[in-house]
Nanobody, 120 residues
Framework: QVQLVESGGGLVQAGGSLRLSCAASGIIYSINSMGWYRQAPGKQRELVAGIISGGSTNYPDSVKGRFTISRDNAKNTVYLQMNSLKPEDTAVYYC??????????????WGQGTQVTVSS
């Protein structure tokens, strides 16, 4: 079983920055991809950044140029650097990891979520 522990959320003024971290632990055979999602009240959960094992990244237009995802493979940790934050970035941010178990089955694990609040 894989556990994900997130940290780095908080309250910041518009235009400010935050850095989220997510460390994966447990029995990890291989990681396909890691990503960050967010969910604002009354809205669906949406992808804000993803990174695959080869290092390629993807972002929606709403955060492109402001958010940067990176990973430390040795530590099984993924980061989300968020700059130029806007009030509409306010949400609970979740870490997600797609990984394979010993049978080769693809599994999805989620972190507990960390609150990011951007004040205007």
């Amino acid at each position: 079983q894989v556990q994900l522990v997130e940290s780095g959320g908080g309250l910041v003024q518009a235009g400010g920055s935050l850095r989220l971290s997510c460390a994966a632990s447990g029995i990890i055979y291989s990681i396909n991809s890691m990503g960050w999602y967010r969910q604002a009240p009354g809205k669906q959960r949406e992808l804000v950044a993803g990174i695959i094992s080869g290092g390629s990244t993807n972002y929606p237009d709403s955060v492109k140029g402001r958010f940067t995802i990176s990973r430390d493979n040795a530590k099984n940790t993924v980061y989300l650097q968020m700059n130029s934050l806007k009030p509409e970035d306010t949400a609970v941010y979740y870490c997600n990891v797609l990984h394979r178990d010993y049978r080769g089955y693809l599994l999805s694990s989620w972190g507990q979520g960390t609150q990011v609040t951007v004040s205007s």
